[in-house]
Nanobody, 125 residues
Framework: VPLQASGGGLVHPGGFLRLSCVVSVRTSSTDTVGWFRQTPGKEREFVAAIRRTENSQHYANSAKGRFTISRDNAKNTVYLQMNSLRPEDTAAYYC???????????????????WGQGTQVTVSS
């Protein structure tokens, strides 16, 4: 399933960005959409996920209270609103889709079957 991520850029600390992930196909294989991020030399880490069937949102501790994941089913798009950005949020951000996942699977990269290309987020003064 093709995924198209966009919305990255350069922002000052304390600023905000909204990432978008267009999911070209709405099927059971895209019930869960997650955002992950990766910096050079490090493993890809979970940021947030949204599950359509359960209508639930889940966040990494680093994202709670600052990031919001949402879904516009009419546009087949999942958004990641990122507020109060910090330099440590600098990374390439990836969206990924999976069939319906249970909560314990959400943070596992190998649970996701389709990945979009990364969009770079740089937080710097």
């Amino acid at each position: 399933v093709p995924l198209q991520a966009s919305g990255g850029g350069l922002v000052h600390p304390g600023g905000f960005l909204r990432l978008s992930c267009v999911v070209s196909v709405r099927t059971s294989s895209t019930d869960t959409v997650g955002w992950f991020r990766q910096t050079p030399g490090k493993e890809r880490e979970f940021v947030a996920a949204i599950r359509r069937t359960e209508n639930s949102q889940h966040y990494a501790n680093s994202a709670k209270g600052r990031f919001t994941i949402s879904r516009d089913n009419a546009k087949n798009t999942v958004y990641l609103q990122m507020n109060s950005l910090r330099p440590e949020d600098t990374a390439a951000y990836y969206c990924a889709a999976a069939p319906r996942l249970i909560v314990s699977e959400l943070r596992r990269t190998n649970a996701y079957k389709s990945w979009g290309q990364g969009t770079q987020v740089t937080v710097s003064s």
